[in-house]
């Protein structure tokens, strides 16, 4: 069974950046649409980006000019770049398929907060 493994999530003040990454088990990024997705407490996932078998990419418009979504589909990896972090961008985040086909992992904590 494929496995989600996110990292990079942290504590950063606002306008900060922080680089998140997510790897698999399985080679199944060059086949896959690879997305983002956070949950903040209480709520349901979220859609944060997503792209078309590692070409265009797509952001909601609450993270786009922000946020970018880029892969290594040879180390099986996709990552999500985070500039001018805002209060509002805390939460946990996760890959996953775009739409959603796995289970999810146990997602990276991704806190902003002066």
């Known amino acids: 069974q494929v496995q989600l493994v996110e990292s990079g999530g942290g504590l950063v003040q606002p306008g900060g950046s922080l680089k998140l990454s997510c790897t698999t088990s399985?080679?199944?990024?060059?086949?896959?649409?690879m997305g983002w997705y956070r949950q903040r407490p209480g709520m349901e996932h979220q859609w944060v980006a997503s792209?078309?078998?590692?070409?265009?990419?797509f952001y909601s418009d609450s993270v786009k000019g922000r946020f970018t979504l880029s892969r290594d589909n040879a180390k099986n990896t996709v990552y999500l770049q985070m500039y001018s972090l805002r209060l509002e961008d805390t939460a946990v985040y996760y890959c996953?398929?775009?739409?959603?086909?796995?289970?999810w992992g146990h997602g990276t904590q991704v806190t902003v907060s002066s």
């Open positions: 792209d078309i078998r590692g070409g265009n990419t």
């Open positions: 996953n398929t775009a739409p959603v086909t796995l289970p």
């Open positions: 399985g080679s199944i990024f060059s086949t896959q649409n």
